[in-house]
């Protein structure tokens, strides 16, 4: 086991725990620059992340921060696309054709956006409670903005925390900021199980490395994830705008 990639293990997972973003983000391209092959980084990422954002969202239920029907919306589709986008990369790796370069540049710009209109004081009219009864064009443009997630975390990794937290803030702004955070990672469990399993038959998961980063993630997770349930919502908030704007200007400039 080696030290260094037990102790970013443990840091991600914190991460994670707290603010339900930065997996792919932070874990991908550290693996990248510490010498991993970067088809193979991606896909232990993904399966690190399905162990850990497993443990965040058990806590985050368990305190009932979870919106299921939220999770539902989503999951309808992005487990599609995320199998479509499997089928996709088998028949790309034979071309042997770059593409991670151009799916973290638009997921970069996306996050450096949206979390610059969260870090603006926030309007007096900003809602606080649901609404007796959603739009319909919301329902579907869940499920419409979960296909998109599903195609772009099976295809870099990257996303399914912070992307996800982004759609959930835009589209539910009634939405408590702990629970963006519970919502996001049950939502990102089976997706990123769906892309995990996608990686593992293309053969991209080292377990001898991922193997390190989930004997640290546990209890970075849990530290995180109890942490989060504490702080007044208007800190997570800020907490969960300045990590999207950290993760996308790092993507943007890599």
Known sequence: MDPTLIFAGFAVGGVIGLCGVGGGALMTPFL???????????????????????????????????????????????????????????????????????????????????????????????????????????????????????????????GSGAIGAAVLIVLYPFLPAISVVGTDLMHAVPLVGVAALGHWQLGNVDFPLLGSLVLGAAPGVWLGAKLGTRLPERYVRKILATALLLIGAQMVIA
């Not at 028949?91 to 610059?116: F, S």
């Open 32 to 158: 990248i620059h510490y010498g991993i092959n970067p088809a193979i980084a991606i896909g232990t990422d993904l399966v690190y992340a399905l162990f850990s954002k497993s443990i965040g969202a058990w806590l985050h239920h368990m305190r009932g921060t979870v919106n299921w029907g939220i999770v539902g919306r989503l999951a309808l589709g992005s487990i599609p696309a995320s199998l479509a986008c499997v089928a996709m990369l088998g028949a790309l790796n034979e071309h042997d054709i770059d593409y991670q370069w151009l799916i973290r540049d638009i997921v970069g710009i996306t996050l450096v956006i949206t979390a610059a209109a969260m870090l603006l004081p926030l309007r007096k009219g900003r809602k606080k409670k649901p609404p007796a009864t959603e739009p319909g064009h919301t329902g579907y443009l869940t499920v419409l903005m979960g296909a998109v997630l599903g195609f772009l975390v099976t295809l870099s990794s990257i």
